[in-house]
C-alpha cells in the first residue's frame, strides 16, 4: 500500500491523551470514516483561535490556564553563609572565607560559622579602594 505524499504545508504532531479521550476520536473517526488526523485538524481549526483570548479561556476552563503565568522572586537573604556569599560575588567560597578572617570583607564570626550581611557586603563592593 503505497503511503500518501506528505503536505509541505504539514508539521507533525505527536501527544499523549488519556486513554478515554483517545477511544472517543477512534471511535469518531471509526463513525465518520476520517482520519483521526483530519478530525484533530477541523477541531483545531473550529475551536482554537489564538487571537480569541475568550474562546481560549473558553477551552482551557479552569484545568488549564492558556496564555497565563505567575512569576513571584525569590526573596534575597538579608544575611548569608560563606557559600551564598560566594555565589552572590562569584569567586570561591575559601576566598570569602580568607577575606573575612583577613578582615577585609564585613562579616561576622557566630560561633565557628561566618556570617555575612548582604547589605554591608554590597556597601564594601561599592567603595572605591
Same mark, same amino acid.
Request: hydrophobic fraction near 40%; charged fraction near 30%; proline fraction near 6%.
Given at each position: =500500500?503505497?503511503?500518501?505524499?506528505?503536505?509541505?504545508?504539514? @508539521?507533525?504532531?505527536?501527544?499523549?491523551?488519556?486513554?478515554?479521550?483517545?477511544?472517543? *476520536?477512534?471511535?469518531?473517526?471509526?463513525?465518520?470514516?476520517?482520519?483521526?488526523? #483530519?478530525?484533530? @485538524?477541523?477541531?483545531?481549526?473550529?475551536?482554537?483561535?489564538?487571537?480569541? *483570548?475568550?474562546?481560549?479561556?473558553?477551552?482551557?476552563?479552569?484545568? =488549564?490556564?492558556?496564555?497565563?503565568?505567575?512569576?513571584?522572586?525569590?526573596? #534575597? /537573604?538579608?544575611?548569608? @553563609?560563606?557559600? $551564598? /556569599?560566594?555565589?552572590?560575588? $562569584?569567586?570561591?567560597?575559601? @576566598?570569602?572565607?580568607?577575606?573575612?578572617?583577613?578582615?577585609?570583607?564585613?562579616?561576622?564570626?557566630?560561633?565557628? #560559622? +561566618?556570617?555575612?550581611?548582604?547589605?554591608?557586603?554590597?556597601? +564594601?563592593?561599592?567603595?572605591?579602594?
Amino acid at each position: =500500500m503505497a503511503r500518501p505524499r506528505k503536505n509541505a504545508d504539514e @508539521t507533525p504532531l505527536f501527544v499523549r491523551i488519556p486513554s478515554a479521550e483517545a477511544a472517543k *476520536l477512534h471511535h469518531a473517526s471509526s463513525v465518520l470514516g476520517a482520519p483521526k488526523r #483530519e478530525l484533530i @485538524t477541523r477541531l483545531v481549526a473550529r475551536y482554537v483561535d489564538p487571537k480569541d *483570548l475568550g474562546a481560549l479561556s473558553a477551552l482551557g476552563g479552569s484545568e =488549564m490556564g492558556v496564555g497565563r503565568h505567575s512569576f513571584r522572586p525569590a526573596e #534575597e /537573604l538579608e544575611i548569608l @553563609t560563606p557559600a $551564598q /556569599l560566594a555565589g552572590l560575588l $562569584q569567586v570561591e567560597e575559601e @576566598t570569602v572565607i580568607e577575606l573575612a578572617e583577613k578582615r577585609e570583607l564585613p562579616g561576622r564570626k557566630i560561633g565557628e #560559622e +561566618w556570617r555575612f550581611s548582604r547589605d554591608a557586603v554590597v556597601a +564594601w563592593l561599592a567603595e572605591e579602594e
